[in-house]
């Protein structure tokens, strides 16, 4: 049986942090194993919001790329993407945005999130988000869609979309399905959401000094003044923390206890998620270092899946193109360079 098809990705905003770790690349990982993996570099997708940096787009996607190979991704089982290579993305985008409605986007919660955050007049590109979404999934035929909770509205968009184009031109696509990820989503430092923005969060490239640092920075428990008032756990990303990554969930409950009972300070207890956090991350951390320093690699990477990736895209497109009434391209400079332009109206 053949093993069914996955696509996923991130928009290349710099360097991974935990979050990324055990909320999507470790659960990649595991899926290379299983299913027939494509994962994406949205760099298109950065521009919706982040478009005046261009110096800074390729430092982000190597970074990315070395974490995403540090913690497991196989190029040699994985296909890397990335998007802005393979002007289907593109072109497929544009098509679907004629099945869609504005009023439909305009519902989209990520939409209005980003609107107010921004407090910009929002670009056309920033509401046909999901149609591009749409678009890197439909293009493979990909039938299962690893994301968070916060991307469901756009793979719901993408199912609708995939129904209203079999509707209307013929059975072409079928609906892919979200995979939640299982993970505990991790809060960031501060205890609101982590976010590359916020400055809240270790990043897998970080040295140890810097993560032991960061953790004894944390927040904790905010009615907790002195080392023998009782303590709350839950809601203290600490021990979050310590209970997705510790070893030792034995020894973790015997710290709730004691701190529960006012009987452990938070020196101790974050010492200790500072110790667990950079074992945790040693043996990726050494990969990582080796890896960001061959750029050629990763690069190599990236292309190899992409020129792989370039072949199914086009093959979608011209089948699209079909449905559609339009002329297939291929065919189209074929008779071009050919000289023959008599036969293309057939
Ligand atoms: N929107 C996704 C995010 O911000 C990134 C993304 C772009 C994506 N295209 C995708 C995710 C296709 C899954 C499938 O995380």
């Not at 039938?143 to 469901?152: A, F, I, M, S, T």
């Amino acid at each position: 049986m053949s093993r069914k098809r996955i696509l996923t990705g991130h928009r290349p905003t710099g360097p991974r942090h935990l979050g990324h770790l055990v909320g999507t690349l470790e659960t990649w990982a595991r899926l290379q194993d299983s299913h027939e993996c494509f994962f994406l570099v949205a760099d298109l997708h950065i521009l919706t919001t982040d478009y005046a940096h261009p110096d800074r787009i390729q430092d982000n996607i190597l970074n990315m790329l070395a974490d995403w190979l540090a913690a497991g991704i196989d190029p040699q089982r994985a296909t890397i993407v990335l998007q802005s290579i393979i002007p289907e993305h593109a072109q497929l985008a544009l098509l679907f945005g004629m099945l869609t409605t504005v009023a439909r986007l305009e519902r989209v919660p990520t939409y209005k999130e980003q609107v107010e955050a921004l407090g910009l007049r929002p670009s056309l590109g920033l509401l046909a988000y999901p149609v591009l979404q749409a678009a890197d999934i439909l293009l493979y035929k990909a039938e299962v869609v690893p994301v968070g909770e916060d991307q469901l509205p756009h793979i719901e968009l993408t199912r609708e979309t995939a129904r209203r184009f079999n509707q209307e031109y013929g059975q072409t696509f079928s609906e892919p399905k979200a995979l939640l990820s299982k993970a505990a989503r991790l809060p960031g430092l501060d205890n609101r959401t982590m976010h590359t923005s916020y400055d809240n969060a270790i990043y897998l490239k970080d040295t140890p000094e810097e993560t032991r640092r960061k953790v004894m920075a944390m927040y904790t428990d905010p009615t907790r003044i002195h080392v023998v008032d009782p303590g709350h756990v839950d809601g203290n990303p600490v021990f979050t923390y310590l209970e997705v990554f510790d070893a030792d969930q034995d020894e973790v409950e015997v710290l709730k206890r004691r701190y529960r009972a006012g009987q452990v300070g938070d020196v101790e207890v974050k010492g200790r998620l500072a110790e667990v956090l950079n074992v945790y991350l040693a043996p990726l951390r050494a990969r990582r270092a080796e890896l960001i320093n061959q750029p050629k690699m990763l690069m190599e990477a990236l292309f190899s899946g992409t020129v792989r990736a370039k072949f199914i895209a086009q093959q979608t497109l011209e089948e699209v193109y079909a449905r559609l009434g339009l002329l297939h391209s291929q065919s189209f400079s074929e008779k071009v360079l050919a000289n023959n332009i008599s036969g293309i109206f057939c």
